[in-house]
């Protein structure tokens, strides 16, 4: 509607301009008529008449020509070639009357109106004032040569096509035609509309002339005067279209008034009336197709959608499920790769990882069952091994323990762990402190042979070997010990020891009677004396009795030997120990030739010991070289100091070890004699380690052999003086 009006207005404003450039040309041609009519006529109007004014106006191509004159006060019609025009009043005529003033006082006429030229003004299209049935252009000549304007004009038999052209009616039938809906169009003069005199069809007989007619331009049928002014007012107030739904006629109609603004002339109002049935019908019409299209976009929508996120989705779908199944382990099959986009990409990447993760949870799985089957053959070592195997924790609790442990210990694995059994008795407690923190710092120590409690509270003796655990900043963790029960093997060793004192005793025994059998000649042949002389000779009871001592001597030392002694250890001079055995051996080297040589230093060489085991020790070394020496020679001991050592070395010049035999010194039973044991030197070696000593044997086969043992010194003094010692030095003096 608004576009329809807006169409109409711009017509009617080129046809404003059309019309100006037309009405200028008829100005400039009714001036030259004018002109031409000043040389026809007669300056003074009184000499002219109405005929000649007719017969001018047919020659001059016009239709009429009229001559306005001045009066007192009003410029009237004089004469005409139109009787109708003559003595018509032109003072109640506005802009008109102002003009001929003008030009009648010789000035350029100054109204907006029509065209004003050189001594010439023509007045706009207008309505003949005569005859409304007309349309006229007049023109108004005036040059101060005369007493009267001469007035041209021609009428609208001349102008009525060019009026018609530009006339909107036409752009009001063509919209009408587009538009069934368009009932009518009016442009509407707002100044004039619904003034009294009005008509309801919009004629006013009062307001005829072209600018101030109500209805400019079409028709005025469907009007309701007193809504349409108030919709028309309301419309210019707002600058904007005013709509009305309404009835005319019993039809219902929308009225738009749209007002139409002209930069160079007054506002007016275009109505436009439409049927509303039509537009309903259209809008209808429209509605249905908008819906329609709206259904049909909707399911292509749904469809797109549908097939989009299939496309889109599915993938991710697939790669959610893969991950899912990853998660729970499942890596087989692999996610199809169907697109090179960045889904597709990471489908690949998870196929990639996937795979990935397969080769590394097999690899695991592989070494954890390895793992497993180490741990396994670990625990049945651990298990089977006869060593009693036990774990403590920094704070002395123990973490973890072996059958063994049960069967040595007495403790089952649940008690040792919940309640610590009490293993280390508190004689022995500071060795095995001093050890743990030695382990702790870093060193590695030999197996000790100590002694442990049981559980029912008695001694077993064992050999504890143990080690520290550390994590991997080197801090201790933990410490295993390897407990092995030594009862069966100490008891072993002191059987072996025993069996071979006895062979030794047995050996023994032939020197004893030997040694025995002197003194006791002795004493025969000074009882034997005595007794033919019947007299006591002071000096040979003496020698008896020194000589039966001597037997004593013998006799106690054999059985010392001979009798099972109880482990006792005391500090003793080593130097009366050695001399000792030398007179307990004295006799039966003699037997052989052979000479001992002693070279003891003039200090105490004191050891912590237990005097019967090393006096068996000195005993087998001694008697080895005795051996080793059947062609006699001698038997040198030496006595050093070395540190905090006591060193006693044997050297004799038998035939001496071949290079081969001398790493299986010591070896139970090996022996290249034929009476021999091959226990002797065993069973030294056994006694000098339960002394924290060590004995070793050096020898060149052929030029004899050189036995060393070393002791560590006792660093206390000697108690004071008491039993034993006073029987040492017994000895020493005796021998
Ligand atoms: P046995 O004396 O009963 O043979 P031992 O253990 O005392 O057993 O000695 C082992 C062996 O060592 C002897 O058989 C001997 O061959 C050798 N042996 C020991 N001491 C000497 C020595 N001083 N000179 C040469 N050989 C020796
Ligand atoms: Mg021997």
């Excluded at 002219?48 to 239709?63: C, D, F, P």
């Excluded at 087998?620 to 060193?647: C, F, R, W, Y």
């Amino acid at each position: 509607m608004k576009i329809t009006a807006k169409q109409v207005a711009v017509s009617v404003e080129q046809s404003g301009y059309s019309s100006n450039y037309v009405q200028d040309k008829i100005a400039q041609n009714l001036r030259l008529t004018a002109i031409l009519a000043s040389y026809e006529l007669d300056p003074d109007i009184r000499n002219i008449n109405n005929e000649q004014l007719k017969a001018l106006s047919t020659k001059l191509g016009v239709s009429n020509i009229s001559l306005l004159v001045k009066t007192a006060d009003d410029i009237i019609v004089a004469r005409s070639s139109d009787p109708s025009e003559i003595g018509l009043s032109t003072r109640g005529m506005g802009f008109w009357y102002v003009a001929f003033l003008e030009l009648f006082a010789g000035q350029q006429v100054s109204v907006d109106q029509g065209q004003s030229l050189q001594h010439f003004w023509s007045g706009p299209f207008e309505y003949s004032t005569s005859n409304p049935e007309y349309i006229d252009k007049w023109g108004y000549y005036y040059d101060g040569t005369r007493n009267y304007i001469i007035d041209p004009f021609v009428r609208s038999t001349a102008v009525s096509d060019y009026v018609k052209i530009m006339s909107p009616d036409e752009i009001i039938r063509e919209s009408k035609a587009v538009n069934p809906g368009i009932l009518e169009i009016t442009g509407i003069n707002p100044k004039t509309f619904g003034a009294t005199s009005m008509l309801p069809d919009g004629v006013d007989p009062k307001n005829t002339k072209l600018r101030n007619r109500p209805i400019q331009y079409g028709t005025y049928t469907y009007g309701n005067v007193a809504e349409d002014k108030a919709a028309i007012r309301e419309a210019l107030n707002k600058g904007e279209p005013v709509t009305l739904d309404t009835k005319v006629m019993g039809k219902r109609v929308l009225k738009s008034f749209i007002p139409i603004e002209r930069p160079e002339a007054a506002d007016y109002v275009i109505s436009v009336v439409m049927d509303y049935q039509a537009i309903s019908s259209v809008i209808r019409e429209q509605l249905f197709n908008n819906i329609t299209t709206s259904v049909l976009l909707l399911i292509i929508f749904l469809l797109a959608s549908y097939v989009l996120a299939g496309v889109v989705t599915r993938p991710i779908q697939d790669i959610l499920a893969k991950v899912n199944d990853v998660a729970k382990g499942k890596f087989e099959p692999p996610l199809t790769v169907s697109s090179r986009d960045e889904l597709g990409q990471l489908a690949q990447r998870i196929n990639a990882m996937t795979s990935h993760l397969l080769q590394h949870t097999n690899r695991l799985g592989q070494t954890l069952e390895e793992n497993r089957a180490v741990k396994e053959h670990l625990e049945s070592v651990i298990n089977g091994t006869s060593d009693a195997i036990h774990t403590v924790d920094m704070e002395g609790r123990i973490i973890s323990t072996n059958r063994a442990f049960e069967d040595l210990y007495g403790w089952g694995a649940e008690d040792a762990l919940v309640k610590p059994p009490y293993l280390v008795p508190a004689t022995v407690q500071q060795q095995e402190s001093i050890r743990l923190q030695q382990l702790k710092d870093g060193a590695s120590l030999p197996p000790v042979e100590t002694v442990r409690l049981k559980r029912d509270g008695s001694l077993v003796e064992v050999s504890v070997s143990s080690s520290v655990i550390r994590d991997e900043e080197g801090q201790p963790q933990s410490v295993v010990h390897v407990s092995r029960d030594m009862t069966e093997r100490n008891r072993i060793e002191e059987l072996l020891r025993r069996s071979e004192k006895l062979t030794t005793v047995g050996q023994l025994a032939a020197g004893v009677a030997h040694e025995i059998r002197n003194p006791l000649t002795t004493l025969r042949g000074f009882l034997q004396l005595q007794q033919e002389k019947k007299v006591l000779v002071p000096l040979h009871i003496d020698l008896m009795l020194s000589e039966l001592d001597r037997i004593n001597m013998i006799v106690s030392e054999f059985l010392i030997l001979a009798k099972p002694q109880a482990v006792h250890f005391q500090q003793r001079d080593l130097r009366h120990i050695v001399g000792d055995v030398i007179s307990l051996l004295d006799s039966q080297a003699h037997l052989f030739g052979i000479e001992f040589t002693t070279h003891f230093l003039g200090v105490p060489a004191m050891v912590h010991c237990e005097e019967n085991q090393l006096k068996q020790v000195f005993i087998n070394v001694i008697k080895n070289a005795i051996e080793a020496m059947p062609d006699g020679g001698t038997i040198t001991l030496e006595h050093h100091q070395q540190d905090d050592s006591v060193v006693i070395v044997i050297t004799d010049e038998g035939g001496g070890v071949p290079e081969e035999m001398l790493p299986k010194l010591g070896e139970p039973f090996f022996t290249n004699k034929e009476s021999g044991t091959g226990l002797g030197l065993m069973v030294s070696q056994r006694i000098i380690q339960a002394h924290k000593g060590s004995l070793e044997i050096r020898s060149e086969y052929g030029r004899g052999a050189q036995v060393i043992i070393k002791l560590p010194e006792a660093k206390e003094p000697a108690p004071p003086a008491g039993m034993n010692i006073e029987r040492s030095e017994d000895e020493h003096e005796n021998q």
